[in-house]
């Protein structure tokens, strides 16, 4: 998991307040960490105040089945979804799933294993901050993000086609 | 035909200058080798066995003058002066400077062409009829559809990482020329019984590794719903197709793997949810996208009195009577002809056409053919709109061009991949068979008695040359660092869709010519009269081939 001190968050390069801890993580009374969906599962009782605070951030897998398991999703202020590598694009699918089906509002970000090369798609699918690798240039990245100004489908960011614009 | 309007200019150029940059990180050694594999590749671009290769879409086959003209300039600046006709309809550039591409796309992108999704794990160009809007028997024209689909598909953000490539076939015919179903997904436009046009959806088939006959998932799904449909099925597949083994990644695999009617249960659930969404189709951008494929100016021509014309000139020419036999179709407007131009006389790289003969086709195409021509998944060229009066001037200027070999659906009309010789993914050299099986096969009376023969070559595997589907598939295999070639039967990329079965234990290079005539003695021993080499083969089955071919 990168937790890179600076993230892309809304179009411009920031601080990183949040942390992915892992599954077999103990202290849950930190704030700004970013749980896998098992120990949040596991633990829901207790950290249900806090995620409404807006202090618990989830982290969900591609293979997250968003249809049986969306139970209080649309509540937390963060979702980061995991990208293994960059060639696995099922993570673009659970975006789409979480802004436009069940309801998910809050900062939806890309970590791990996405290039620059895929900001434009990821942001066009709904997610709003990205945690990239360590050895890309955040700078140089950033400007990907503006790489397409026009786009044929449907998508979060553009929910109105082509089709439906042109004059 | 379709034209850009500005939003699909400024698309394919911001597209341009993203891969400029991209070539420009990786040449500078910013961009890793294994980051920019997949980018260079959804623009086009692949490096084989001896230089990289450029993939260009047709979308959909259809090609003017003025494009073909800019192909033409663009293979003599930055390539050897030559060009290859793929069998998805496609051009290929054999030897371009990786780091002249952005420019050829930049000159590909003033005549609206492009190389998008051309290659790699995204959809890929979509493929039709070679004969749409023109075909006698075709219910309706499938390329407005064809042009919804390329857009929706262009640049789709959600599905540009997907297990694998994903194509997808459109035909409006009963008569598929397209191969529907051995398709990721294949399209029939239908009108149903109150008149509405709808399409026959069937999902999972594609040769390859695993050939698959696809499965019908839909017996009618509303033309509006087009989009919204095809977004489920991508969603469900990008989903929960495999990852874990790229032999196993295809949607057929997944179709198999759930059973087509979970499959099926499944895109209907997820349909729930978009149909009748902002991507549903309006009637507007239907019409406005069939605005772009109305009928040419056609003249009222009396079709008897044409036709009577051209017969008495073949009654004395019987060069041009038989290559009236043979690469002419049939049209729906009376008077006119399609055209087929051949591509693969023998000694030539099936499929392959120089410079000047992509010009000479768009001259062709501007004399003869509203300035339009279409490129056809047996890798020749279609001129589709021609008067029957001017088949015989049409004929003779073919003829010197090189394009009138009348061996359209013969023998010697090979599909064929570019094998060995350039391919970095091949077992085997498919050209060299492919010139052999030619050059042994030189006697065109003989090769007009035996009819229709679809003769398919693939140099791996990954069957590019569709080996499955020829009524003779030739696949090249590696033993031990050697070349061998294993024959399969019976295969056929026809509405009748069937895929070949494998005669026995491979041959060497040199035994294929024998072997073949072999298998052609065997059918012209046991036809009956008027028929086919594969409906023989339907009928008397792989036995006598096998053993004629192994006898000792």
């Not at chain 2, 030539?348 to 001259?363: S, W």
Request: proline share 4%; net charge negative.
């Amino acid at each position: 998991m990168p937790n890179n001190t600076l993230v892309i968050k809304d179009g411009k390069i920031t601080d990183n307040l949040w942390k992915i801890v892992s599954e077999d993580h103990s202290d849950l009374t930190q704030d700004g960490i970013i749980l896998p969906y098992s120990l949040w599962l596991a633990n829901q009782n207790e950290l249900s105040q806090r995620v409404s605070e807006g202090k618990i951030g989830l982290l969900l897998e591609g293979d997250h089945n968003l249809q049986e398991q969306n139970e209080g999703i649309a509540d937390f202020a963060l979702i980061a979804i995991n990208f293994p590598g960059f060639m696995d694009g099922r993570g673009f699918s659970v975006a789409r799933l979480l802004r436009e089906r069940y309801g998910f509002t809050g900062e939806l970000r890309a970590s791990g294993g996405v290039i620059r090369d895929q900001l434009c798609y990821l942001q066009r699918c709904g997610f709003s901050s990205f945690d990239l690798d360590a050895d890309i240039n955040i700078e140089a990245a950033v400007e990907s993000l503006n790489d397409f100004s026009e786009g044929y489908q449907i998508s979060v960011d553009l929910p109105t086609p082509l089709f439906r614009r042109r004059a | 035909m379709y034209q850009y309007d500005p939003y699909d200019h400024q698309i394919i150029t911001q597209r341009i200058a993203q891969f400029r940059g991209q070539t420009e990180r990786y040449l500078s050694g910013e961009l890793k080798a294994e980051e920019f594999l997949p980018l260079r590749l959804q623009n086009g671009l692949y490096v084989q066995r001896l230089a990289p290769m450029l993939r260009i879409n047709v979308p959909y086959g259809m090609i003017n003058s003025t494009q073909l003209r800019r192909l033409a300039r663009i293979t003599r600046d930055y390539d050897k002066g030559y060009a290859h006709i793929t069998t998805r309809q496609n051009i290929q550039l054999n030897w371009p400077d990786l780091a002249d591409v952005p420019d050829i796309l930049a000159e590909l992108a003033e005549v609206e062409m492009h190389a998008t999704q051309s290659s790699g794990n995204c959809i890929r160009n979509t493929t039709s009829d070679q004969l749409a809007g023109v075909a006698v028997e075709e219910e309706i024209d499938p390329r407005p559809y064809c042009e919804i689909i390329r857009q929706w598909s262009t640049l789709h953000p959600e599905f540009a990482f997907l297990p694998r490539k994903f194509k997808i076939a459109v035909t409006g015919s009963n008569s598929d020329r397209a191969a529907i179903n051995v398709h990721d997904i294949g399209l029939r436009v239908i009108k149903n019984e109150q008149g509405e046009i709808g399409f026959r959806v069937i999902v999972g088939g594609g040769l390859g590794r695993t050939p698959v006959i696809g499965s019908l998932v839909r017996e009618f799904l509303p033309e509006k719903d087009l989009l919204t449909y095809l977004d489920a099925i991508l969603r469900v597949y990008n989903l929960l197709g495999r990852r874990d083994n790229k032999y196993k990644a295809r949607i057929k695999i997944l179709v198999k793997a759930l059973g087509v009617e979970k499959f099926a249960e499944l895109v209907e659930a997820e349909w729930a949810h978009l149909a009748n969404g902002e991507a549903t189709l309006t009637q507007t951008e239907i019409d406005r996208c069939k605005n772009f494929f109305t009928e040419p100016a056609y003249v009222t021509i009396d079709d008897n009195a044409a036709q009577a014309e051209v017969d008495a000139i073949a009654a004395d020419n019987i060069a041009f009577e038989k290559w009236l036999s043979r690469n002419l179709c049939g049209h729906k407007v009376p008077g006119y002809a399609a055209v087929v131009l051949a591509l693969k006389p023998t000694g030539v790289a099936p499929g392959d056409v120089t410079d000047r003969q992509l010009e000479i086709i768009a001259d062709l195409a501007d004399k003869y053919s509203f300035g339009e021509a279409r490129t056809t998944h047996d890798q020749n060229i279609v001129l589709a709109e021609v008067k029957k009066s001017e088949l015989f001037s049409l004929w003779q200027e073919a003829k010197a061009a090189g394009f009138a070999t009348p061996n359209i659906g013969t023998l010697t009309d090979v599909i064929c991949c570019p094998g060995g010789d350039f391919c970095s993914l091949a077992n085997a050299k498919s050209i060299p068979i492919a010139e052999a099986i030619q050059r042994r096969f030189d006697d065109m009376d003989y090769v007009y008695d035996l009819g229709d023969i679809d003769l398919n070559i693939s140099g791996c595997m990954n069957a590019c040359g569709h080996h499955h589907v020829g009524h003779i598939g030739i696949l090249g295999v590696d033993k031990k660092g050697k070349e061998f070639y294993q024959i399969q039967l019976g295969g056929d990329s026809s509405e009748n869709t069937a895929l070949g079965k494998v005669l026995g234990p491979a041959f060497g290079e040199t035994e294929i010519p024998d072997i073949i005539a072999g298998i052609l003695n065997v059918f012209v021993e046991n036809r009956h009269d008027g028929e086919q080499f594969v409906e023989t083969y339907n009928r008397i089955g792989l036995a006598p081939y096998k053993e004629r071919a192994y006898a000792k």
